[in-house]
Nanobody
Framework: QVQLVESGGGLVQAGGSLRLSCAAS????????MGWYRQAPGKQRELVAA???????NYADSVKGRFTISGDNAKKAVYLQMNSLKPEDTAVYYC????????????WGQGTQVTVSS
């Protein structure tokens, strides 16, 4: 059983920074992609950033230049450094992992709340 445990959310003023962490536990044959999604009240869950095994990254346009995703394969962990936070970044942030030879496994964390006050 794979579990993703997130940490680092909280309340911050606009312009501030937060760093989210996510660590995977359990047996994972192959980690292909790890990433962060977010869901604000009344909105659909959206991709924030993802990192592919090998180092490639992908960002939502709304966070480019402000957020940085990084990973640690040995620790099975992914991080999201969030700078210049805006009130519209307020959401529950979810860690996501896709694994398996055919990308057949997908796991989600429980979510961590990020609130940015104006």
């Amino acid at each position: 059983q794979v579990q993703l445990v997130e940490s680092g959310g909280g309340l911050v003023q606009a312009g501030g920074s937060l760093r989210l962490s996510c660590a995977a536990s359990g047996s994972i044959f192959s980690i292909n992609v790890m990433g962060w999604y977010r869901q604000a009240p009344g909105k659909q869950r959206e991709l924030v950033a993802a990192i592919i095994n090998g180092g490639g990254t992908n960002y939502a346009d709304s966070v480019k230049g402000r957020f940085t995703i990084s990973g640690d394969n040995a620790k099975k962990a992914v991080y999201l450094q969030m700078n210049s936070l805006k009130p519209e970044d307020t959401a529950v942030y979810y860690c996501n992992l896709i694994g398996g030879l055919d990308y057949e496994y997908e796991f989600w964390g429980q979510g961590t709340q990020v609130t940015v006050s104006s």
